[in-house]
């Protein structure tokens, strides 16, 4: 793609903009400590961490956590469409990232990490921004001590299938 030009014409409209906002994620990754992933995700869940800034930028919302299932929510806007004018399946293969991951990380004890090796999604139906919720859940399917298995879904809010995903994620322990 190429640069905007500094003055758009006039047949664009005008702009639009969006304005994201984070924490320090230095300070986030360090409420990790002493805590196992499910009371760590859980920390989120209560406010008493904020949001990884990821969360910020994509509008990513954790709804609920359980060992081994975790479910966020996310209302795409128009920022995140891309040149055919529909949600970019990059928004939708980042939330079944994030909630696949999360489902693994929520079965980790204290000073245990992980981190995507693989990841595949299979995008079903174009996605709108069209003010409404979008649903991705995410189940470990076998966990393990050094490579986990977790599935995912995205529905929309009519409760239809927008996308599935799964991953594998490599399990470490943490420095420090």
């Given at each position: 793609m190429t640069a905007q030009p500094a003055a758009s014409p006039a047949g664009?409209?005008?702009?639009?903009?969006?304005?994201?906002?984070?924490?320090?994620p230095r300070r986030v990754a360090a409420g990790m400590a002493g805590r196992t992933g499910l009371e760590f995700l859980q920390a989120f869940v209560d406010g008493e961490l904020p949001g990884p800034p990821i969360a910020g930028l994509l509008g990513f919302r954790m709804a609920s956590i359980a060992p081994g299932e975790v479910v966020f929510g996310c209302t795409p806007d128009e920022s995140t469409y891309n040149p055919i004018g529909a949600?970019?399946?990059?928004?939708?293969?980042t939330l079944l990232d994030s909630v696949m991951g999360c489902a693994v990380h929520s079965l980790l004890?204290?000073?245990v990490g992980?981190?995507?090796?693989e990841i595949s999604v299979r995008y079903l139906r174009p996605l709108?921004?069209?003010?409404?919720?979008?649903?991705a859940t995410g189940r470990v399917v076998k966990p393990g001590r050094r490579v986990s298995f977790a599935e995912g879904e995205v529905r929309d809010t009519?409760?239809?299938?927008?996308?599935?995903?799964a991953t594998s994620c490599l399990v470490f322990p943490l420095p420090g």
């Amino acid at each position: 793609m190429t640069a905007q030009p500094a003055a758009s014409p006039a047949g664009w409209g005008e702009p639009r903009s969006r304005t994201v906002t984070w924490h320090d994620p230095r300070r986030v990754a360090a409420g990790m400590a002493g805590r196992t992933g499910l009371e760590f995700l859980q920390a989120f869940v209560d406010g008493e961490l904020p949001g990884p800034p990821i969360a910020g930028l994509l509008g990513f919302r954790m709804a609920s956590i359980a060992p081994g299932e975790v479910v966020f929510g996310c209302t795409p806007d128009e920022s995140t469409y891309n040149p055919i004018g529909a949600v970019h399946g990059g928004l939708v293969c980042t939330l079944l990232d994030s909630v696949m991951g999360c489902a693994v990380h929520s079965l980790l004890p204290a000073g245990v990490g992980y981190t995507s090796i693989e990841i595949s999604v299979r995008y079903l139906r174009p996605l709108q921004a069209d003010g409404n919720e979008i649903i991705a859940t995410g189940r470990v399917v076998k966990p393990g001590r050094r490579v986990s298995f977790a599935e995912g879904e995205v529905r929309d809010t009519g409760g239809k299938l927008v996308a599935t995903g799964a991953t594998s994620c490599l399990v470490f322990p943490l420095p420090g």
